[in-house]
């Protein structure tokens, strides 16, 4: 029986520690948490974001790809390994031009390889796919916001 891409796509992430989600438009989810630490009252986790489109008029998957960082809880009023005191908020810029993701991922996982432990290959996810996409026939896009993906 020959399979669909949307089917090799659900069978391909049975190999990651989440699966694709469908959803509307044949557009396909993963989210995972790559490595969490935790302290009293504190908790911070890192988790990978996968949101693709496959395009069955155009034959293209546009893929967009993200390290998330989230926290919550307290910390103990003076600095410690989680950050400031008390309460604060982050701001975090990304470059985006007509070049690869790759590079902004790449740093991504460099920094937060820095605060945590984990041996998590973000690259994997996006070759699967890619590879996925030259077998069915279909362009891979890389998207870079990931409000284009519609």
Do not use: W
């Amino acid at each position: 029986m020959v399979k669909n891409i949307k089917e090799e796509l659900a069978e391909l992430s049975s190999t990651y520690p989440a699966k694709f989600a469908e959803k509307r438009n044949n557009i396909f989810i993963l989210d995972f948490v790559v490595a969490q630490r935790k302290a009293f009252l504190r908790t911070q986790k890192l988790t990978y974001h996968c949101k693709l489109k496959v395009d069955e008029e155009n034959k293209a998957i546009n893929f967009f790809e993200i390290l998330k960082e989230s926290g919550a809880g307290l910390s103990s009023g003076g600095y410690d390994e989680f950050g400031g005191s008390g309460f604060g908020f982050k701001v975090e810029k990304t470059k985006t031009g007509l070049k690869s993701r790759e590079g902004t991922i790449k740093e991504q996982s460099d920094l937060f390889g820095k605060k945590y432990n984990y041996e998590f290959n973000f690259e994997k996810v996006r070759e699967d796919v890619e590879g996925l996409a030259r077998e069915f026939g279909y362009s891979f896009n890389l998207v870079l916001i990931e409000r284009n993906i519609k």
